[in-house]
């Protein structure tokens, strides 16, 4: 059997990567909601003309979220697997991961009111003065 090439091996490995997001996106609740947050302060980053900056840090903060989201449900998973009865150990694990999502998600929170907010202030303020 022939030796795979670094590109053969490469799309292999996208191709993997590729399934996994998107039995992610069919199968977890968690994720499907933040899947729906991402496209909405997407679709605020075109309506607010977000700068190159903003864009980068939003994309940033969207992928930090959902990827820890990916680990804290792969870890969920690995943790029902190897011991499907309740263990206090296995909860304390489960409960960090879910801890991290929750750190991830309020610093997206943050960057999105930082990104936002003036915008919305200045949104506002401009159409206030106009009868």
């Not at 864009?55 to 990827?67: C, E, F, N, R």
Request: glycine residues 8%.
């Amino acid at each position: 059997m022939p030796k795979e090439s670094l590109l053969e091996n490469r799309i292999k490995g996208v191709k993997v990567a590729l399934k996994g997001a998107l039995l992610l996106l069919k199968t977890e609740n968690s994720i499907k909601v933040q899947f729906g947050i991402a496209i909405l302060v997407t679709i605020a980053g075109f309506v607010f003309k977000i700068s190159n900056t903003e864009w980068a840090i939003q994309l940033l903060a969207i992928g930090l979220v959902m990827s820890i989201e990916g680990l804290n449900t792969a870890i969920e998973k690995i943790a029902d697997y190897v011991q499907p009865n309740f263990d206090e150990k296995i909860g304390f694990l489960k409960d960090i991961a879910a801890g991290a999502v929750m750190i991830a998600s309020i610093i997206a929170i943050i960057v999105g009111c930082i990104i936002y907010v003036p915008k919305i202030i200045a949104l506002t303020s401009v159409s206030g003065t106009h009868p």
